[in-house]
């Protein structure tokens, strides 16, 4: 499976961006998918998880409120809608997909990457 992430992009605090990862070469609909990021310095971090049916949802505790998951198998996309962004939400973000329900909030636990979309919030 290939990811290619897109929609990063320079914000200001409070404001909103829309993140899409689109897949191809696999089966979309079999993927849990992901969404971690990493900031300058720092490891990467998970940020927000969908099922692979789109069923349910889970996210860090960071992003809860403020960041919605959400996916359209029929056109092999996942979102990531940000909102209420804050200068600590800078990071390049990457898209995952995986086969295996566990570990969903690691990064062993998936499969596949994005190459990662950057995204800057500035105060």
């Known amino acids: 499976v290939q990811l290619q992430a897109s929609g990063g992009g320079s914000v200001q605090a409070g404001g909103s961006l829309r993140l899409s990862c689109a897949a191809s070469g696999g089966t979309f609909s079999r993927y849990n998918m992901g969404w971690f990021r990493q900031a300058p310095g720092k490891e990467r971090e998970f940020v927000v998880r969908?099922?692979?049916?789109?069923?349910?949802?889970y996210c860090a505790d960071s992003v809860k409120g403020r960041f919605t998951i959400s996916r359209d198998n029929a056109k092999n996309t996942v979102f990531l809608q940000m909102n209420s962004l804050k200068p600590e939400d800078t990071a390049v973000y990457y898209c995952?997909?995986?086969?295996?329900?566990?570990?969903?909030?690691?990064?062993?636990?998936?499969?596949?990457w994005g190459q990662g979309t950057l995204v800057t919030v500035s105060s």
């Open positions: 969908i099922s692979y049916s789109g069923g349910s949802t």
């Open positions: 995952a997909a995986a086969i295996a329900r566990t570990l969903i909030t690691k990064r062993a636990g998936y499969d596949y």
